[in-house]
Structures are given as C-alpha cells and as structure tokens.
C-alpha cells in the first residue's frame, strides 16, 4: 500500500492522549478526568497499549515513525515507568527513527528530578511545560494548580536530565493580565532560554466554568480586542528579539527547535491518534476515538497474556470525514496558512499537479485586496493584520 | 311576509371584544344544540387557524349550522356566522354582518364594553341587524352585572334589561341565550320564489374542490348542476356540490333556498372570480339587481418580502401563490432590490394584514423573511403634469421632475380611558395627525378623532398606542382621501452606497430625527468588520446623521486542538454559515436583524 502513497500520506507521527489531570483547569474543554484513582489509570493504559499493538497490522506500520507527542490532560501525571511502557509499545509495533521527536507534555510540579531522568532515558527528547503566566494570581485565576518557581525548578532538573528542547505554553488575553505582566512572562521564560513557546489567547470555550463566569458578567477585567492584539504582537516581537522566530500563528522557536510534530498537522500530513478521544488522519480519512472512557476500555480489553495484533485497529473510533482531493486542497490551505512560511506554489502544485493560482487564484486576489494575504514569486501567506484575522482567511477555504 | 320555513331560521354573529368569551360561547351553543358531539368538540372550534387562536382573533369568516329544539317545542335553524375581528378587515366584517340579519353582543361583566366591540356593534346597526346583549362572566369575582346593564343602555342605547346573565365557560344559562336568539332575532325575509340572489361572505381554497365559496341565499334557490353567474365579476360556472357548514365540517346538500347560509363548489379556479361582496346568480333566469355593498377591495400597505436563502425564491412565490388562494385581498409582483435580491412586493388591507401574511408565510411554508419598511400608496404629480403613484420609495422619480407629493389621510378614532388623553395627543400631533373631536362616551371614556396620515400609523404607532395607554387604547381607522404634503425620500447609505431595501418616505420635519435613529439601530445590529463602516442618512445627496461601525480588530482562533482539524473546520463552517444569512451589500455584510430593527425605531 505505501508505494502507491505519496509522502504526505504516509503516517510518520503518532498522537497520544492520555486524559488524566490533577485539577480541571478554569478554561481547559478538552477530554480530561481530575481526580482518577489508579485502577481506572492502569486498565487505561494496558488499554493504550493494546490499541497500539493493534495498530501493528496496519499497512504503513513499518515506515518508522519521526514523531511522537504525549498530549492530554496531563500526561506528566503517570508515573516514568508507564510512559516508558507505552513509549517501548511503540517502538515494538512501529519503528522509530534515530532522531526522532518524542515530546512530553509537563505540568510544572508533576515531575521528581529523578522521574525526568528516567524520561529521557526512556527516550523522550522534547518536554513541553505549561506556564500560561508567570504572575501567581493570574495562574489562580484560571486554576491552575502550580506557581511560577515550580516552573523554573521543573525546567532546571529537565535540562540537568538532559532534555535539549525544551517548551513552554503561555496564554495571554486572561482575565487580569496587563501588557506588563505579558512582557514579565515573556522575559521570565527567555530568562529560562526555553528553545521553543507556544502561546494561545483565551478563549472562553462553551461549558468551561470560566465562560460560566463571564456569562454572570463576573470577567470584567478581561482585555479587550485591542489589548489582547497588542499582547499577541509583543510577545512574538520580544521572542524574535531575542532569537526565537515566530514559525506558525502561535509558535515560535529557536533555530532547529520547531515541533516538528505539530508541523505534521499544518503541512496535512498523515498521523496515527491513539487513546481517549484522539484524532488520527490515516489513508485520506479522518477519525476519532470515543470520548467514552468504559467503551473505550471495552474496545481494547484484553486479558494480559493475549496478544491484540491481528485486533481492529480502528474498534473505538468513527469516521469523521474523507479527505478527497478537494478537501486536501482546502486544508493544505486552511493548516498550511498558519505557517509563517505560508503555503508554497511548488508544495502545492507537487501534491496535487494543479497550480494554486489556478485552483485559488481568484480567493487569493480578494485576500490579498483586504490586505490579509501577501504573495510573492514562492507562494502565499499571512499578512500582520492577516495574523489578527486568520477566520477570515480559512474560512474562504471550508 | 316570511313563510313558514323561514320563521324556523335564524341568521345571526357574535359581536364581542378579544377574551370577553365569543369563542367560548359559540362553542357552548354548538356543544348545546348537539351539532357535535363531546369527542368532536375542541375548545374553540370556531378560530382554526393555529394564528387565530394564538392571537385570539378571527381572520377569515366561519360558520356553522345548528339544529335547536326550542321550549315551544318547535325545530330552529340557527346559523352562526363568525365575523372577523379586526379594522384592516372591516369590509369582510361588513360583507359578514350583511349575512346575519342579528347579532348577539357579548359584554364581559367585568370589564364592560371596549373600543373595537362598540365599532362593530355601530357596523352591525348600520347593516340594520337586531342585536341581543348578553353579559357574560357574571361568576368573577369582579363582575358587575348591573353597572354593564346600564352601560350597554348608555353607551350604545339598547335596552339591557332582558339581557341575559350567563357565564360561557361555566356553562351558566345558555339556554337563555339560544331562546333569546329566536325570540329576539328576526327571520330572515327572502323570497323563496324570486331569482336567485346569494351573497358571498367568504370563500376559501381546497386543493380539491377548488374555491368553496360561502353564501347566505336572500332570494331564490340554487341545486347542484345549476349554472350560476357572479354579478359583479361576470363569471359562469357550474354548481357541483353545495351544501351547509358543521363544526369544522361540510355537509352536501341538494340545494339552498332563500333564509339558508351553506356553501357552494363549482371547479372555480381563482379566488378573483369570486370576490367577497359579489353576488351569486342563476344563468338562466338572472336577478335584476345585485345585493348591495360590493366594494373592490384596495390595498393600503406595501412591502418587500425577501427569502433570507435566495434559494428559497421559488419556494415564496409558491407560498404567496397558496396565501393567496384563499386571501383574495393580498397581491404580489416580483420586484428585486441590489440588497436584497429577488423578491416580492406584497400589498395589504393594513398593518395587521401584513403582519399575519408574513407570519403565515413563516410558519405554514417555513419561510425565512426579510421584510423592507412597509411602504403607503403615494401620488406623485410630476412637473409636466402627469400624476404616478408609488408604493416602493426606490421607485422615487428624480425631485426635479417632481412638482408635489400626495399621501394618504386616514380618519382615525382612538377609545381610551379618559386618564390617557394627554398621553395620546401627544403621540398623535407628534405623527402629524389633526385633531378634529373627542366625545366622552361617559365619565371615564373618550373617543378622539384624528386625521392622520397613513404613513405614520403604519410604522410602530400600535405599539407606540398600547405603551401610551398601558394597553388600554384601540384604535379604528378607514381611509379618507389624499393630500399635498411635505415628502422626502431618506436614502440609507451603508460604506458610501445606497442600500435600496432601507429608502423610505417620510415628512420633511421628521426625516432628521428618523435618519439618526435608523443609523443608530444599524449600528447596533451591523457587526464589526474587517473595514470601519460608515452609515449615512442622507436626503437628496445631503447627509443629515452618521454611525460609524468601528472595524474589529480579532478575528482568529489559533488554538491547537491536538490533531482535531475536523473541529477547527467545523467552527469556520459556522461562522461561514452565518455569514451566509447575511446580505452583502457592497463590501459590507448586513445581517437580516438589521434590515428589521429599522422597522421597530421605538424600541
């Protein structure tokens, strides 16, 4: 099968998700469970590693894999030795490159020094750590349950472990948050040299108490439009300054430190989604596992000496939707406009054999007349008011 | 002199004011008379359109054949027959009253009589009709029997003092009121012998019958196969079936004679043919003289309705097609705007007639509408003498050409409670209306006549009435004639373009207050985009108020949702979808609350 797939199509990346947290942060909506006991967390896992092993028999399993990324929740929460379980599950049905990025997403204060060592023994290379703000009240704020100097002690024993790229996540637009305390943040991290930062404006997702509290006019303090932009601006200005180039709408890093992992995503790149809820896009489709956590268990159960492979890889996911030529098109330009390289004329016409101009060219013309897009002799992409109003790009492209 | 079979027939209505119980008491009657059983009845069985009973009123004319046996032993046909409750549908209310030769008047004992019960029971004393007062509601705690008996006796000068005390939804001495009826309201007083002449009080649509046209036969006879010809319309055909109405229900018969109110099917394709008002003939031995009081009706009140999905075009004119059917006094054209796209321009009795088409157009056919401003009928006289009307201010000649405007006056009366006469002066000098007298229909009520123009009741004054008064005021209009006056047309500019769709005409002293109240509500329901947007009022190419929609500064959701594109796309999907509603008017999209939130500026 993969001799008649074209690069882009051939699964090289792996998504993890393992739903557990500590405490539901304020504005979190995605799928996880605070407060799990470790029998729920133990058949969870065995679960995972079956859909792995599962995930063995597919046709593309021997293309060795370039990255894997641990996402959740919090999977920092499970203890070195299951993470090394499932990493050594990995490697068992697929095969991995030399270089290959293994992130780790980290709560500050859920790692012992010792437990990064094991990590990076184990294989990891990237450990991804949520700050969000480096202003304690601004963290109780949104409910998260670490300060800033867990932070800084978290990303002392990472690089003492071993770990050479190391990222944070900050947010701005809180409820709160001045320009100051944006720059302060900013600062806090560079001053930490982290190699890579991604940073995400508030959104106030529907059912999170923090929407609950702004819909009681309880957010009052929340920035306005103009502030929040002014927030964004800064914050990748002040990266760039100081050697972090802004890579992607919210990313920017430190030459030889972009995730390579989520640049699967943006380029519309095949991957692999394993665990509660993961999203996969395999073979032109695009699934989802169930958000049901006793289907789930019910799906990849087996009893311990059984082996799974040979086990419907796909038991507890739905199809989402087929990617035909022409969705591939809208998403090359939906994900790959993200990207502060944009989409490239030669990218484009070498995936699909039809020119973007000749496929967009009239789109593109009225984007670039509303001054969001700009286009020179490699390709298109965002202009710095373009970054503020990026829906009204993509959505020329659904 | 009334034969024997006449004497047995009673032809009558219900007057009453909404909620002092008419439905309620027609159903007691029918229930009563054994017309329907108790598993047939449905409260209400009068008012069966969903709207009529929302909105408690009656919208087309209904009737229904009951069967009495009186205390004198003796079997009556009692046919009732429901008037239509509203002004815009005065004629149909008189072309109704023409049917009845009485009308029980029904007052509640409470709240004694109202402004719209008294303007009917005036339409029904001008058609000659006995009337039967009856009090209803006499077991609240609040009624006051006496005091309405001696109201009715003051303010409308019938004798009361037989009036019966019942209570319809209690079931409390119908029986009083059905011996009444055919004590106290005359038979009819055809002649059974002479040609026929049968009146048509209303008619409706059946996909399969055709036009089922409803009559009360004053002279003569009519039979299936008859030839029959509509005097006024001149058209032919032939009877097919005929017959009387039951509750909700047709009863074929062989034939109606004089004294007899039943229906008649002959393949009659268009309501047109069969006008309300007109009368019914034989072919072959045609009456000399038609019944009087068939009028053409004329409509008063314009608008453009556009389906919000220009894709639903088709599916509007079908539904006005429909609507039509069985609404003779709607009309339609295609007509297109930039703004708006392809619609209709509708025209209408009044205000409420437009309001339950468009209502009706939204809920039986699950129409999306957007509505332009309801436009009046004006007379243009251009300079070089020829006079034009309009009903669409987008059609405004060019001002040069224009020597003057005419608008339409009506002659409004306004019954309130005498505490809120300040109030509704006010409110009637501010619309340009002229005083011309104010009766004391007793110690606490008045009745104030005005002259308006049209164009000024026609916006939001019901609105601006009820909120005056705390509800308590009604008011009556008819037309009265045309007259020179001071009209502009007020030109909406969105980013610099006329909007045709939001142009209107309106009294030059009123059109400065009126523009910036129109830029201010589109302000309030334009969204931000990605450009500031300007609106202007402007007459003439004069600006006269300005709003400016700031354009916004964020507009992106750069979260990465784990590999979860399909989530990503769905949100820009909706956002598109919404778009999408919206209209694009140049480069600004204009959502469709917008284009209605100028039609209620007292909000």
Redo the contacts between chains.
């Keep these: 099968m993969s001799h008649e797939m074209m690069d882009w199509q051939i699964p090289t990346a792996v998504?993890l998700?393992i739903p557990f947290c500590r405490q539901k942060c304020l504005y979190c909506d995605?799928l996880s469970f605070a407060g799990c006991d470790s029998a729920t967390m133990a058949d969870y896992l065995a679960a995972l590693e079956h859909e792995i092993q599962a995930a063995g028999s597919l046709p593309t399993a021997q293309v060795p894999l370039q990255t894997i990324y641990f996402?959740g929740g919090t999977p920092s929460l499970l203890p070195p030795e299951d993470l090394r379980r499932l990493l050594q599950a990995l490697a068992l049905s697929f095969q991995l490159t030399p270089d290959a990025e293994i992130s780790l997403e980290a709560n500050p204060g859920t790692l012992h020094p010792d437990d990064l060592k094991t990590l990076r023994q184990a294989g990891f290379t990237r450990i991804s750590i949520g700050l969000q703000a480096s202003q304690d009240h601004l963290l109780r704020r949104i409910g998260r349950i670490h300060n800033a100097s867990d932070f800084s002690k978290t990303v002392r024993a990472a690089r003492a472990a071993g770990f050479r790229s190391i990222s944070a996540d900050m947010m701005f637009g809180l409820p709160g948050q001045t320009l100051d305390d944006v720059a302060d943040t900013t600062d806090f991290l560079l001053d930490h040299q982290v190699d890579h930062l991604?940073y995400?404006?508030l959104?106030l997702e529907d059912g999170t108490p923090l929407a609950a509290a702004a819909a009681r006019g309880e957010l009052s303090d929340l920035p306005d439009?103009?502030t929040?932009?002014t927030q964004y601006h800064l914050i990748r200005r002040r990266l760039a300054d100081a050697g972090l180039e802004p890579y992607e709408?919210?990313s920017s890093a430190r030459s030889g430190h972009r995730c390579r992992h989520?640049l699967v995503?943006w380029q519309g790149r095949s991957?692999y989604?394993f665990g509660l809820s993961?999203?996969?896009?395999l073979y032109g489709q695009?699934r989802?596992n169930t958000e049901r956590m006793t289907d789930y268990l019910a799906a990849f159960h087996h009893p311990a000496e059984q082996s799974s492979t040979g086990q419907n890889p796909f038991a507890a996911s739905s199809l989402?939707?087929t990617v035909d030529r022409e969705e591939a098109m809208n998403?090359m330009m939906?994900?790959g406009l993200?990207l502060t390289d944009g989409v490239s004329f030669n990218d484009f016409a070498g995936r699909f054999g039809t020119p973007l101009t000749v496929r967009y060219g009239k789109v593109i013309d009225a984007l670039v007349d509303?001054g969001?897009l700009v286009r020179d002799d490699r390709g298109v992409r965002l202009t710095c008011l373009g970054?503020?109003?990026?829906?009204?790009v993509?959505?020329q492209f659904? | 002199m009334a034969s024997e079979r006449l004497n047995k027939i009673r032809n009558f209505c219900i007057i009453a004011h909404i909620d002092h119980g008419k439905s309620t008491l027609a159903d007691r009657m029918i229930e009563r008379t054994g017309s329907l059983t108790m598993r047939e009845m449905q409260d209400q069985v009068l008012d069966n359109m969903d709207l009529e009973r929302e909105r408690g009123i009656t919208i087309k004319a209904q009737a229904v054949r009951m069967s009495y046996k009186a205390f004198d032993g003796e079997i009556y046909t009692l046919n009732l027959i429901d008037t239509p409750g509203h002004v815009d549908f005065n004629y149909e209310v008189s072309r109704t009253l023409a049917a009845c030769d009485g009308a029980i008047l029904v007052i509640d004992a409470a709240q004694g009589i109202e402004a719209q019960t008294l303007a009917n029971v005036y339409l029904a004393l001008d058609a000659n009709l006995e009337i039967l007062p009856v009090i209803n509601k006499i077991d609240l705690p609040s009624a006051q029997p006496e005091v309405i008996r001696q109201e009715i006796e003051d303010i409308i000068g019938l004798d009361a003092a037989d009036a019966p005390l019942i209570s319809a939804k209690n079931n409390l001495n119908i029986d009083e009121v059905l011996e009444k009826t055919i004590s106290h309201l005359p038979a009819p007083s055809g002649d059974e012998e002479a040609p026929l002449r049968a009146l048509i009080f209303d008619s409706k649509y059946d996909t399969y019958k055709g036009v089922i046209v409803h009559v009360n036969v004053k002279d003569g006879a009519v039979r299936v196969g008859d030839r029959i010809r509509m005097m006024n319309t001149k058209k032919e055909f032939i009877v097919t079936e005929l017959g009387y109405f039951r509750p909700g229900d047709f009863q074929p018969c062989e034939e109606l004679i004089a004294g007899d109110v039943g229906y008649i099917v002959s393949s009659i394709k268009n309501v047109r043919d069969t006008a309300v008002g007109d009368t019914v003939t034989l072919a072959v031995r045609p009456a000399e003289k038609a019944l009087p009081g068939y009028k053409k009706v004329n409509q008063m009140v314009f608008c453009g309705f556009y389906p919000v999905d220009g894709a639903r075009y088709a599916d509007l004119r079908d539904a006005l097609e429909r609507l039509q059917l069985n609404d003779a006094a709607l009309s339609f054209e295609p007509e297109t705007s930039a703004a708006l796209g392809f619609g209709f321009r509708c025209g209408f009795l009044g205000l409420l007639h437009y309001e339950i088409v468009q209502e009706r157009l939204e809920r039986e056919f699950q129409l999306d509408l957007i509505s332009t401003a309801p436009s009046v009928v004006y007379h243009i006289h251009m300079t070089d003498g020829r006079v034009v009307t309009l009903d669409n201010p987008t059609n405004m000649p060019d001002m040069n050409d224009v020597d003057y405007l005419e608008e339409p006056i009506v002659k409004a009366s306004i019954l309130a409670p005498s505490d809120y006469v300040g109030n509704i002066m006010e409110l009637c000098q501010d619309r340009r209306g002229s005083f011309i007298t104010m009766d004391y229909l007793d110690k606490t009520r008045v009745n104030l006549h005005y002259d308006m123009p049209l164009n000024e009741i026609i916006y939001d004054f019901f609105d601006a009435l009820k909120s005056r008064t705390r509800g308590y005021a009604s008011l009556d209009y008819e037309f009265k004639g045309y007259q020179k006056s001071n009209l502009v047309k007020l030109d909406i500019l969105l980013n610099g373009e006329v909007v045709d769709a939001l142009s209107f005409i309106v009294h030059e002293q009123k059109a400065y207050a009126r523009g910036r109240r129109i830029a201010e509500k589109l302000k309030e329901n334009i969204p931000r985009q990605q450009f500031e947007i300007p609106i202007q009022a402007s007459i003439g190419g004069k600006v006269i108020a300005r709003e400016t929609v700031r354009a916004y500064r964020k507009d992106v959701l750069a979260k990465c949702y784990g590999g979860d594109i399909s989530r990503k796309k769905k949100l820009l999907e909706k956002q598109k979808e919404g778009k999408k509603r919206m209209r694009q008017v140049g480069m600004v999209e204009v959502p469709q609350e917008a284009f209605m939130s100028v039609l209620r500026l007292d909000e």
Excluded: K, M, Q, T
């Design positions: 998504y998700h995605f996402g991604s995400y404006g959104i439009d103009e929040e932009r709408i919210s989520h995503y991957y989604g993961a999203h996969s896009y695009r989802a989402l939707e998403e939906l994900l993200r509303r969001l970054l503020d109003l990026a829906n009204l993509f959505e659904v």
